[in-house]
């Protein structure tokens, strides 16, 4: 699974402890280009014991999760992140992993949400809605009271990428069904359309790579989150979630036709960052905390250090302070 980071309540500047919600994607595990994930993963402090884990394999002699976990929600927080938001599809060694990680973060106040990853076979992203209802509900049943786990409006929360694979009707449908079953969530779409607002609690984007002024994009959709609630026949408060890169690589997935986004010794993250605390954020969410496969990662590497870390913990301060 990877993570993002995410925040837990309507009032605009007020989150996790009453701040403004900073949230990173992470990744809990699967097959994701593993070995540059197993080279790329800051090796343990001096000291410390070496425990064999694979950072997207998880632990390859059997233990030592609960300590990845527990590393991961105070490394985050160290960096001035609020949570987790963990790619997640129905599969028992991700509920595992993901019940592991919900612990880790209890211990310390640190919040995790699912990001719902609707259609994760590559070679077909056709959105089938029977399957994707049925995983919410055994997510909201399973995870959904977990003290560690992200609510909005009392309600837990799940991300959704990809949500423009079905239409608004479609989303609408399965939300009420899943109502009428007592299982009530916050849901944010994967988008720029503030239609969306009807159906969804907030707006966001995976990724905003490429775009020539993403900070006249922000500033456009920030707008048009604001005043959505005045146009709507059914008027709802939406959040504005911005998302900032460190950069991107996918060459271990498409070797043939990679694409790279140089990450210009962090001055491509601080340039994203800036954009977003520039269009009044209600959350910020970071692409992503250890997605070492796309070289998006912001956890400490051994490429990187504590670089990418440092930058987040600096310009959360500014965003924070400029929200006071």
């Known amino acids: 699974m990877r993570h993002r980071a995410g925040a837990a309540d309507r009032d605009r500047r007020r989150a996790i402890a009453g701040e403004p919600a900073l949230e990173a994607r992470q990744a809990l595990g699967r097959d994701v280009a593993p070995h540059r994930a197993a080279q790329e993963r800051a090796p343990p402090a001096a000291g410390d014991p070496e425990d064999g884990h694979d950072p ?9 999760e609960d300590d990845l976990a527990r590393d991961d929600a105070a490394s985050g927080q160290e960096a001035g992140i609020d949570g987790f938001l963990v790619s997640w599809l129905n599969d028992p060694d991700l509920n595992r992993r993901l019940s592991t990680l919900l612990d880790a973060a209890d211990a310390t106040g640190f919040k995790i949400a699912i990001y719902l990853e609707t ?3 590559p070679t077909d992203r056709t959105l089938r809605p029977a399957q994707v209802r049925e995983w919410i509900a055994y997510a909201l049943r399973v995870f959904g009271d977990h003290p560690a786990y992200m609510r ?5 929360l799940i991300f959704v990428y990809s949500s423009d694979a079905a239409p ?6 399965m939300f009420d069904a899943l109502s009428a079953r007592g299982l009530t969530g916050s849901y944010f779409a994967m988008s720029y359309d503030p239609a969306n607002l009807d159906v969804f609690d907030g707006l966001h984007q995976y990724a905003v790579l490429g ?6 994009t922000y500033r456009s959709v920030a707008r048009s989150v604001r005043y959505s609630s005045l146009l709507s026949d059914s008027p709802r408060l939406g959040i504005w979630a911005a998302t900032v890169h460190p950069g991107f690589d996918n060459c271990p997935y498409s070797p043939a036709s990679p694409y ?3 990450r210009e010794d962090g001055e491509y993250y601080r340039r994203t960052f800036l954009a977003a605390i520039a269009s009044d954020p209600d959350w910020i969410i970071i692409t992503s905390w250890n997605e070492f496969g796309e070289n998006t990662h912001i956890a400490p590497s051994v490429r990187y250090g ?3 870390r440092g930058i987040t913990r600096e310009l959360a301060q500014l965003w924070r302070t400029r929200g006071e």
Do not use: F, K, M, N
Not at 211 to 216: I, V
């Open 56 to 64: 997207e394999l998880g632990p390859q002699d059997g233990g030592g």
């Open 119 to 121: 259609a994760p076979d």
């Open 152 to 156: 909005l409006d009392d309600r837990p």
């Open 168 to 173: 608004l009707s479609i989303w609408q449908d």
């Open 211 to 216: 775009d020539p002024d993403l900070a006249a």
């Open 260 to 262: 790279v986004v140089d």
């Open 306 to 308: 504590d670089t990418y």
